[in-house]
């Protein structure tokens, strides 16, 4: 059994199909890697995964069980974690606050070890991505680079058995960049399942064992990272076709 | 130079005086309301505090929502209005006393809440605020005129009620209404205040800064947001309750639209979110309406409107001076102000350092 198993996904907003028939599956333990133009409906995919958005047709099974058509709630209680490409933090809240929400959810309260208390457990969550001396700080003070590792460390709160990243390298410089890549290998060492949807393919490319390609909502191709670099497709879609 | 000095005079006084911890300040603050009554103020100033007593509970319920999950509500009234009606039906059909009918008002007016939460809730902001605001004036006009007119009494209301302190004579009535509304908005302020710095008061910050962040957190956040409605009602409704048995009616004016706006000025002018700055913003509300406009300036019958116009006027230039309100823009400046001190603080110390080694290194 797959962890995740997405069949026939089809979304579209009235005339324009973002999502076309997608399936593909997610093994425990996998990174995989989402890549494709603008507009071809990755973060459509991952809306559609957590329940922002109800698919037109098709089906999403998570460890066996059908979760489309769920809220989104109940579907992170499930074992599912986003991030957002565009960073969402609680503005007026402490950093440590930040990471106390999703510990206060049904999920979140379940995983914290005994006798530990959420306040604990969300200062261990911010060590991990080295943001403990920010901790009493406002999250609307923290730099771009420094929200990108707290909506990390927010995903991670509930400890997802899947964590879908929306572009986590978005708007970092090289050396953060660096340091993301170490720790989403560090993730990934402890058991975690990664989707990770990226622009930047050379950083992604380094990360991930397969890779799926949209381009208009339809899957064009899927491998190795090798096996993607070389396909004529993908070339084409990326580069343009050659006269 | 004089206004330097005396800025600077008047900064490190504020630094050393006013420098009083919140849990200090709130304690004299008390203190200050609990022995008003004594300097001997008449009972028409008496009457004002206790009103303006009760009307804090009302105003902070709604500081509660709106402050805290940003769920605009401009139909406040409505729970005031129940908790009126619940209480005055209940007294005046069933014979149960004050001290029955008032909790049973609360639950009431929670159970409402909840009601009104679940169409509410679909809809958010400038839309949410609208439909807010069509429930009291749906209830206004079924009391008033419509068909629960023959059992609420219309346009008079249910009156006579019983008022709180019967057996007392007359004098001494207002100084125990007095008292009690002072313990009740004390229980209402403390619990509201807690609430709102809780773990669930996190929860419903989170949903107010980022309601899709919330739900990818894995927080059921239409859960929440009807926590907080029925949290808020059932504390309008308290008020509501209350001020039924201080005028010894309920009428239909509970359900009026400036029931509704009155919260929103007065927190907007105290300072929204901060649970302390509505209360600060109600007396102030208070002070104005009925001693400066009613009494310093003696407004004529004729013109009773524009007093409503001159008071919004005061607020608007108050807002201006303090866009985040009153009370959270004094705070924010002593904690500036405790900020200087600390850096200063930790600068000479650095500097007392730096003279040491420089003798030591001389020896």
Redesign the interface.
Known sequence: MHLLEIENLSKSFGGLTAVKSVGFHVDEGEIVGIIGPNGAGKTTLFNLI?G?LKPDSGTIKFRGENIHGL???KI??KGI??T?QVV??????PTI??V???L?????KKKIEWLKT?ERKAMEMLEEVGLSEMMLEPAENLSHGDLKRLEIA??L??EPDLLLLDEPFGGLSPIETDYLTKSILRMHLDGHTLVIVEHKLHALMKLVKRVIVLHYGEKIAEGTPEEIAKNPKVVEVYIGKAE | MVASYLRRAYSSFAARVLDVPPRLSAFLFLLLFALLPLTGIGPYYLNILILANTFAIFVVSWDLLVGRTGQMSLGHALFFGVGSYSTALLNKYFGLPYFVTIPLALIVGALVAVLIGFPCLRVKGPYLALVTMAFPLILWNLVKFGGLSPITGGEFGIRPLPSFFPFLPISQQRLAEYYLTLILLLISAVTLYKVANS?TG??L??I???E??????????TKYKLIAFAISGLFASLAGAIYAHLLKLANPATLELTVSFIPVIVTILGGIGTIYGPLLGTYIYYILDLYVLEIMIRVPEEWKNVKFLAFVLIVIILIIKWPRGIAKSVVDKLQDLEEARELEEIERERKKKQKKETTSSKG
Request: overall charge positive; cysteine-free.
């Open positions: 957590i922002f809220d989104p709630h992170v209680n974690s986003r957002f969402r933090p609680f503005r007026h809240l606050a930040n106390m929400v999703p206060l959810s049904p999920r979140g959420p927010r995903a709160a509930t | 773990k996190i929860v910050v989170s107010l800064d980022n899709l962040a919330s739900k990818a957190s894995g927080i059921n956040v």
